[in-house]
């Protein structure tokens, strides 16, 4: 007995890139997580999503949504997979938001960032991009950055997961990162326990948990002004040979 797909067509506007020419991994896994538990509002259940290969962008892709798992292709290339896990995603620790704020002047990226065109981390204009800077958080192993979230990224629900999924993913390479270094986001665990409000004040804020090889691994969360868990990420990067 096979059970049947339901399919649908995903393109990628050019805004959600990250490196040049590709979506931004945090924004397509977002989506896929949204895809999977479909939409629901509150406490979801976490969403791995793993990278296969880079997304384009102002491309027509096939979402493939097949009993507990979701796919996105590029005709008969497999881009992006996935499944449900059956924990909870624990933070990396929270960070007051003003400790947060100031961390961000020590962002790696502002001395020279490798992907400054990317929608979460790069140098964007305001509004446009996410301008989400990590800097590390004194005395701890923390990075951390001030979230003011804007207008210009809210739906009808509030801030859609594929841009909560986007600010959790990148600050957690950050978490590992120098100036100029880089890697490539290849998979992302999600967990959104809350809806986040445009407008609104949170902390975003990550630790590096391991290294590998070339496999970089990290986690990251969105807290909101009194500590509460909004969102965890769980990352693991491939840094080039």
Same mark, same amino acid.
């Given at each position: 007995?096979?059970?049947?797909?339901?399919q649908?067509?995903?393109?990628?506007?050019?805004?959600?890139?990250g490196?040049?020419?590709?979506?931004?991994?945090?924004?397509?896994?977002?989506?896929?997580?949204?895809?999977l538990n479909?939409?629901?509002?509150? /406490?979801?259940? %976490?969403?791995?999503?793993?990278l !296969?290969a880079?997304?384009?962008?102002?491309?027509?892709?096939?979402?493939d949504h097949? %009993?507990? /798992?979701?796919s996105? /292709? !590029?005709?008969d290339?497999?881009?992006?997979e996935?499944?449900?896990?059956?924990?909870?995603?624990e933070?990396?620790?929270?960070? +007051?938001?003003?400790?947060?704020?100031?961390?961000e002047a020590?962002?790696?990226g502002l001395?020279? !960032?490798?992907?400054?065109?990317?929608?979460?981390?790069?140098?964007?204009?305001? *509004?446009d991009?996410?301008?989400?800077?990590?800097?590390?958080?004194?005395?701890?192993?923390?990075?951390?950055? *001030?979230?003011?979230?804007? !207008?210009?990224?809210?739906?009808?629900?509030?801030?859609?997961a594929?841009?909560?999924?986007?600010?959790?993913?990148?600050?957690?390479?950050?978490?590992?990162?120098?100036?100029?270094?880089? %890697?490539?986001?290849?998979?992302? %665990?999600?967990?959104?326990? *809350?809806?986040?409000?445009?407008?609104?004040?949170?902390?975003?804020?990550?630790?590096?948990?391991?290294?590998? *090889?070339?496999?970089?691994?990290g986690?990251?969360?969105?807290?909101?002004?009194?500590?509460?868990?909004?969102?965890?990420?769980?990352?693991?990067?491939?840094? +080039?040979?």
């Open positions: 007995m096979t059970t049947a797909a339901l649908t067509v995903l393109t990628v506007p050019k805004r959600f890139r490196p040049v020419g590709v979506a931004n991994g945090g924004w397509i896994a977002g989506t896929m997580e949204e895809a479909g939409g629901r509002s509150g /406490s979801r259940s %976490a969403v791995e999503v793993t !296969h880079p997304t384009p962008l102002e491309t027509e892709l096939r979402l097949v %009993a507990n /798992s979701v996105l /292709s !590029h005709g290339k497999l881009l992006v996935a499944i449900p896990v059956a924990e909870d995603l933070g990396p620790g929270f960070v +007051p938001f003003n400790d947060a704020a100031r961390a020590g962002f790696a001395r020279k !960032h490798p992907f400054a065109e990317c929608f979460a981390c790069g140098l964007r204009e305001p *509004g991009g996410l301008r989400i800077f990590p800097g590390p958080v004194e005395d701890t192993d923390l990075v951390a950055a *001030g979230w003011r979230v804007p !207008h210009t990224v809210s739906g009808e629900d509030g801030v859609p594929s841009i909560v999924g986007a600010v959790l993913d990148c600050i957690t390479g950050w978490a590992h990162f120098s100036p100029g270094e880089s %890697a490539l986001l290849g998979r992302l %665990a999600v967990q959104i326990n *809350g809806s986040i409000l445009p407008g609104g004040r949170y902390s975003v804020v990550a630790r590096p948990t391991g290294r590998d *090889g070339r496999k970089l691994y986690q990251s969360a969105i807290y909101e002004m009194d500590g509460t868990l909004v969102a965890a990420a769980r990352a693991t990067w491939i840094a +080039p040979r």
